[in-house]
């Protein structure tokens, strides 16, 4: 593949809320000379997002360098919509899976078949599929002179079981294991996959969690989550995108692949702490 001389992109996923919102301001502040595509279902939300996330910016990209795509990358209609919204041969230098669904609160034995392949087709299926459709674009990177991230949004749940959060907990483990076969597959082509932890976000899926009114002997820890909202112990949006920013610009490549991250185990690090401090009030 030729070099392309082309800017280099960053695609979102789930750039409409939450963790994605925060991350496509962030990158809008701190990484101006990349163009960024940001993906999710609801257009207007995008919209309005992609419109606040230049507010109050001093240094930022400038507007034509954000791009929006309204698609369902639980479909292969989805997927295709995202690679055609890049320009043909477009260096893609990171790759973020951070759209996700929590899913009804059930009892798994009670889950019925187009909840859980819902789930499955977007926590699971959409990141597989979305990396291979942009194959072409993050070995463009490689071949421009850098090696491309692909960032996994994991949970907790990938290694907790949470009553009530069966196709949750499911869909991340497998996408934990996911990410350690792609790395595995994809390091020695410059490619780099690594996986991240947010910890608990004061994010709408959060509003979804706490806003639960069935049984509670179907979702025992609803309490706890409830709690640590009231207590102000959620973590912010705009510190887990600095966390994920860190993640995807800071660390070596090595580090970046070798284990998941959890934002909760990088308290005392000295360098993520230093990055925090200063990129704080962008
Ligand atoms: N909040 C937490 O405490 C927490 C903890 C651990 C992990 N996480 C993970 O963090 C990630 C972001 O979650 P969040 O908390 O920021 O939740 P959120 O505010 O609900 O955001 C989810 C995003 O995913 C998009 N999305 C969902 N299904 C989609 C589909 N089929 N196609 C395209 N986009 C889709 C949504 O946009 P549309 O609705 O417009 O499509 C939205 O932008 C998720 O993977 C979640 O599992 C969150």
Redesign the pocket.
């Known amino acids: 593949m030729n070099a392309s001389n082309n800017v280099k992109w960053v695609v979102i996923?789930?750039?409409?809320?939450?963790?994605?919102?925060a991350l496509l301001r962030r990158l809008v502040r701190c990484e101006p000379t990349l163009n960024c595509l940001a993906?999710?279902?609801?257009l207007e939300?995008?919209e309005l997002t992609c419109k606040q996330a230049f507010v109050g910016a001093e240094v930022k990209m400038s507007p034509d360098r954000l791009k929006i795509v309204?698609?369902?990358?639980?479909?292969s209609e989805?997927i295709s919509s995202v690679v055609s919204s890049l320009p043909p041969g477009a260096p893609v230098k990171y790759l973020i899976?951070?759209?996700?669904?929590?899913g009804p609160i059930a009892p798994l034995v009670d889950i019925d078949r187009e909840s859980w392949r819902q789930v499955v087709?977007?926590?699971l299926e959409?990141p597989l599929f979305l990396t291979q459709a942009l194959m072409p674009n993050l070995k463009q990177c490689v071949a421009d002179g850098e090696k491309a991230r692909v960032l996994h949004?994991?949970?907790?749940?990938a290694m907790n079981s949470y009553e009530g959060w069966g196709p949750?907990c499911i869909t991340?483990a497998g996408l934990n294991m996911m990410y350690r076969c792609l790395s595995t597959e994809l390091y020695h082509r410059g490619i780099l996959v690594g996986s991240v932890?947010?910890?608990?976000?004061?994010?709408?899926?959060?509003d979804?969690?706490r806003g639960y009114d069935g049984p509670i002997e179907n979702f025992p820890s609803l309490r706890k989550f409830r709690e640590l909202h009231d207590c102000g112990k959620?973590?912010s949006?705009d510190t887990v995108a600095t966390y994920l920013h860190w993640l995807l610009s800071e660390l070596s490549d090595e580090e970046f692949s070798s284990e998941e991250k959890d934002i909760r185990n990088s308290r005392g690090d000295s360098r993520w702490e230093r990055f925090l401090a200063e990129r704080k009030d962008f």
Do not use: C
């Not at 309204?70 to 479909?75: F, H, K, L, R």
């Not at 899976?97 to 929590?102: D, I, M, Q, T």
């Not at 932890?197 to 959060?206: C, I, K, L």
């Open positions: 996923t789930g750039g409409s809320s939450g963790i994605g919102a993906v999710g279902r609801r939300k995008l309204a698609a369902d990358i639980s479909t989805g899976h951070n759209a996700g669904v929590l087709a977007t926590n959409a949004v994991s949970s907790g749940a949750y991340k932890r947010p910890g608990v976000v004061d994010t709408p899926m959060q979804i969690v959620l973590e949006p």
